[in-house]
C-alpha cells in the first residue's frame, strides 16, 4: 500500500439518516486532492444501522475504513481511537453531520501546504444556522475556557481540523484518559493557520450532543485545564467563615442583651447557606479525584470491536 497522505477521521454516533449525504459530499472533495487517502469512520457504539451502512459503502468505496467501538464512549474519546488508527501524513477530523463542509478540507490542505503549518483550525465564521442555545453555550463556553485554561484557545474552533503526523503524533503520546482535543491541540503551540466557515445546519438526523454530554465536555475541559475552580471553593469557604464569624459576634451580642429566641432565621440561612458551599466544594474536588481516579485505573478509554483495514474476516454478511 503506497504511503497514505490524507487521513480523515470522522465518529459518527447513530448517524445512518446522514450517512449517505455524507459519503456523498465527501468522496468528491478527496478523490479530487488526487493523493492516497484514508476516511476512517469511527463508530462510536452506534445503535441504528450505521455500521451495516458503512459496509455496504465500503464495497465500492475502497479507501472507506470502518473502526467500531465496542460500545458509546463519546465524541472524545471516538476521536481519539480515529487518531490513533490514523496513518496519514496529514489527519482532518470532522463531524459526520454536514454541518463541517467536506470541501473545506481542500483549503485546509492547501493553507498547511502553503503557509507551513502544522494545524489549520476551521473556524466557525457563520453559526446563524445553529440554534440560539448552541450559539450562547458555545460563546459561553470559549470564552470561560480562555479565561480558564489561557488565551490560546481559539473562538469558535471545535473539532473540525487538519494536523500534521508530527501533532497527531504527540497527541497520541498523551498519558490523558479523556483528552478535550479543541483545547490540547491549541495548548501545544504548533504552528498554526485557520480557515474560515460557515457552519451549516446539520443535514439529517438529531443532535448528538444532548445537555448532558455538553455539561460533560465542559467538566472535562475545566478540570483537565485549570484548578481554578478549587481557589474558587477557597475563596468560597473564606467569605462563608468571615460571615459566619459576624453572626457569632451578632449572635453573642443578643445572648447578652437578652434577647436570644427570635434567631431562628438566621440560623436557618446560615445551616443552607453552609451546606451548600460545603456540598459544591466537595463536588468539586470531586471532579478533580475522579480524574485522579480514572487515570489510577488507566482503563482503556474505548475499545475496538473491529478495523476493516485488519479484519477482513470478520462475519458481517456482505463484507
Ligand atoms: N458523536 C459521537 N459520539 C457521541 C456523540 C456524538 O461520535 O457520543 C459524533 C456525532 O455523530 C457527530 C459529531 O460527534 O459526527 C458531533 O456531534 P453532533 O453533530 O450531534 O453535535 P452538535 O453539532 O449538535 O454539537
Ligand atoms: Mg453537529
Redo the contacts with the bound molecule.
Sequence with gaps: MSRLTISVV??????RA?LDQFAARLRPVLDGLGEPYEVIA?????RDATVARLLQLRADWPNLRVLSLRR????Q???SAGLHAASGDWVVS????L?DPPSVIAEMLAAARSRGVDVVYGVRADRRS?SVF?RGT?SLYYRLMRRLAGPWVGDQA??FRLMSRAVVDVLNDLPEQRPVYRLVVPSLGFAAAEVPYTRAP?AA?????PLG??IRLTLDSITGFSAAPLRIATWLGMISFLVCLALIVGGFAAWAAGGTVPGWTSLYIAVLLLGGIQLICLGLLGEYIGRIYAATQNRPPYLVAFDTSTDNGFDTGDD
Design positions: 470522522a465518529p459518527m454516533y447513530d448517524e446522514v469511527v463508530d462510536d457504539g452506534s458509546n464512549v463519546g465524541h474519546a471516538a476521536l470532522i463531524d459526520a453531520d454541518q445553529d448552541k458555545a471545535g473539532d446539520r438526523g438529531e443532535t448528538k450532543y454530554k455538553m
